[in-house]
């Protein structure tokens, strides 16, 4: 690299400030003492440009995200969809027409969306807690965990605000894969912010529990 050790290390720094000032100066070949002696003399830190970065980053991809079409609050939506959509989950379903079924719930302060994908019927009722519970009965009593996978995504940006997230667009999203009799049943997938979320497992239970900072 041309140039200076000086504007060699307010190059890099500037490009990317995740390196550290040990990386700098290894990479320059001067002591980290003079890095930092450099940067403080060029008003350059590289926490602030980190963050500075991350928002601009945070922003970028705002702007590509999606919007995606949600329930109102307190209604339940039900489509069918291509089994093929997720089969990445259950292929046996791929080439099936399933429902998917959507709605907000909120528990206290907490705030979650729920989608429940099944080939099978959906009894509607007037009072639920949780969409599994628009199970057919007959099914539900013997439904098991067979799989959990917890994930942190960029969100999109009306699901997010409808999540009422305040210090992130990423979302915390838990996708449970239910049997009954041995074979798969449902799909669960409950979306939530991060802001205060706790989540809790232990051996004696079959899934993850959720629950805010209290």
């Not at 705030?111 to 057919?136: F, N, V």
């Not at 979306?191 to 004696?204: A, K, N, Q, T, Y």
Request: charged letters at 25%.
């Amino acid at each position: 690299m041309d140039g200076s050790v000086k504007a060699q290390v307010i190059a890099l720094a500037t490009k990317d400030p995740f390196l550290t000032v040990e990386e700098l100066a290894q990479i320059v070949g001067t002591t980290n003492r003079y890095v930092r002696t450099i940067l403080s003399e060029a008003d350059l830190s590289l926490n602030l440009m980190r963050r500075n970065y991350a928002r601009i980053l945070e922003k970028r991809l705002g702007e590509q995200r999606e919007v995606i079409p949600l329930p109102a609050e307190g209604e339940l939506q039900i489509k069918k969809i291509p089994g093929s959509e997720i089969s990445e989950h259950v292929g046996e379903w791929s080439k099936q027409e399933i429902f998917q079924a959507s709605a907000f719930f909120k528990t206290g302060d907490q705030i979650r969306y729920e989608q429940l994908i099944t080939p099978e019927r959906i009894d509607l009722k007037s009072h639920y807690s949780g969409l599994r519970e628009l199970l057919p009965s007959e099914s539900s009593a013997s439904l098991v965990v067979n799989e959990q996978k917890a994930e942190i995504l960029w969100a999109p940006d009306n699901l997010s605000s409808a999540l009422g997230c305040i210090h992130s667009s990423q979302v915390f999203k838990l996708t449970t894969i239910l049997h009954s009799s041995g074979l798969p049943h449902a799909i669960e997938i409950c979306w939530f912010s991060l802001d205060g979320l706790v989540l809790r497992w232990s051996g004696e239970e079959p899934e993850v529990k959720i629950s805010l900072i209290s």
